[in-house]
Nanobody
């Protein structure tokens, strides 16, 4: 059973930084496209950043985080990370790790990690 384990959320002042981590203890991590989503109460979950499977040569970012967030993957350690810099209060949300298998489209979600940015 594929599980995603997130960590790294917390409280930070505006302009600060956080790094989120997501590991996949079981499963063929290298074959999954990985992404980070976020959600605030009453709103739809939105994609923040994603990285392609295998070598991770393709990255996409939401316009709202372009230039401030960076996603990368560490295949030997079966982990993906999201570096978040210049954080703003509007970045406050619960962040979810997402994995989609490159062939079957099998999808998995993490439990979410809370990020709070104070103004």
């Amino acid at each position: 059973q594929v599980q995603l384990v997130e960590s790294g959320g917390g409280f930070v002042q505006s302009g600060g930084s956080l790094k989120l981590s997501c590991t996949m203890p079981e499963g063929a991590f290298i074959l999954y496209h990985m992404a980070w989503y976020r959600q605030v109460p009453g709103k739809q979950r939105e994609m923040v950043a994603r990285i392609s499977s295998l070598a991770g040569t393709t990255r996409n970012y939401a316009e709202s985080v372009q230039g401030r967030f960076y996603i990368w993957r560490d295949n030997p350690n079966k982990a993906t990370y999201l570096q978040m810099d210049s954080l703003k209060p509007e970045d406050t949300a619960t962040y979810y790790c997402n994995a989609v298998h490159q062939l079957s489209a099998e999808e998995h979600w993490g439990q979410g990690t809370r990020v709070s940015v104070a103004s």
